[in-house]
């Protein structure tokens, strides 16, 4: 079946630390997203990706830092730059075209807590 | 300023009973694509309906439906005979054809079914 996988889906980490979530998907799509949501928020945009070796920041790009080395695979690090790094990441994927009616289909998502 | 507002942070209704979620949304590009997402507690986004700005009819999915007003800016999306499982958080988003690959997401509504 094809789809978008993430993990791990529950994340601790200590303050100070570094993190990688990973993000997966076997859609064959070109463009790649993440974001991060807040409790009782909407989705804010981190990074994308449009194609291998190619990305660009989102709005909150801030303390985070991605690499998009193979089509498949889109993984962002949460560094220690991050001044508040609790929350739920969603990965995302859309196919890359000049029409607006492709949707984006979505991971399941790591929520992240530092302690 | 805001590419997408939702202004009802929480709505209620009666199971059985229909609802309309709200969605405005503000660009200058005459191509753009509109889309609705549901959020259960689990996190998952699940994709529900699109309207694209050259669409001459209402988009409808079994139960749903998107009240589309050009002129208005507004895509609101009604959901039919409400049922249990319907509670959840609703986003609308938007994606346009000169900004290719982004979508911009509004803030969400919390939809409460009440049996």
């Known amino acids: 079946d094809g789809g978008i996988t993430q993990s791990p889906k529950y994340l601790f980490r200590k303050e100070g630390q570094n993190v990688t979530l990973s993000c997966e998907q076997n859609?064959?799509?070109?463009?790649m997203y993440w974001y991060r949501q807040d409790p009782g928020q909407g989705l804010r945009l981190i990074y994308y990706?449009?194609?291998?070796?190619?990305?660009q920041k989102g709005d909150i790009a801030e303390g985070y830092s991605v690499s998009r080395e193979k089509k498949e695979s889109f993984p962002l690090t949460v560094t220690s730059a991050q001044k508040n790094p609790t929350a739920f990441y969603l990965c995302?994927?859309?196919?890359?075209?000049?029409?607006?009616?492709?949707?984006?289909?979505f991971g399941p998502g790591t929520r992240l807590t530092v302690l | 300023a805001q590419k997408i507002t939702q202004t009802q942070p929480g709505m209620f209704v009666q199971e059985k009973e229909a609802v309309t979620l709200d969605c405005t949304y503000d660009?200058?590009?005459?191509?753009?694509?509109l889309f609705w997402y549901k959020q259960p507690s689990s996190g998952e986004m699940i994709f529900l309906i699109y309207?694209?700005?050259?669409?001459?009819q209402n988009a409808t999915e079994g139960r749903y439906s998107l009240n589309f007003q050009k002129a208005r800016k507004s895509a609101n999306l009604v959901i039919s005979a409400s049922q249990l499982g319907d509670s959840a958080m609703y986003f609308c988003?938007?994606?346009?054809?000169?900004?290719?690959?982004?979508?911009?997401f509004g803030t969400g509504t919390s939809l409460t079914v009440i049996p």
């Open positions: 995302a994927s859309s196919i890359l075209s000049g029409l607006v009616y492709n949707e984006q289909f």
């Open positions: 859609l064959n799509h070109d463009a």
């Open positions: 990706s449009q194609i291998v070796n190619d990305f």
């Open positions: 660009t200058s590009d005459p191509s753009y694509g």
């Open positions: 309207q694209g700005s050259y669409d001459q």
């Open positions: 988003a938007m994606r346009e054809l000169n900004t290719g690959n982004q979508f911009y």
